[in-house]
């Protein structure tokens, strides 16, 4: 069983929109580094951090923590 209570979340706003995903990779499923203006590899690079969110004027990128029940 898994009891984890902390699952990664990366926050995406874009044209005033706001978009959540489980992973960088995901992203990029939705949206193109043109619309973005970043490409994945560049932001792994950037090191995304809770604390050190990605902003251009495309959009911001924040990384937060999403809190769950622990499982039984």
Do not use: W
């Not at 490409?39 to 911001?60: D, H, I, V, W």
Request: hydrophobic content about 30%; charged content about 25%.
């Amino acid at each position: 069983m898994d009891n984890k209570q902390e699952r990664t979340v990366v926050h995406v706003e874009y044209n005033g929109q706001h978009y959540y995903f489980g992973s960088l990779s995901a992203i990029y499923t939705k949206f193109s580094p043109k619309d973005l203006g970043i490409a994945l590899g560049t932001l792994r690079n950037y090191g995304l951090k809770e604390e050190k969110p990605y902003q251009n004027s495309l959009c911001t990128i924040r990384k937060g923590f999403l809190i769950t029940m622990p499982r039984k």
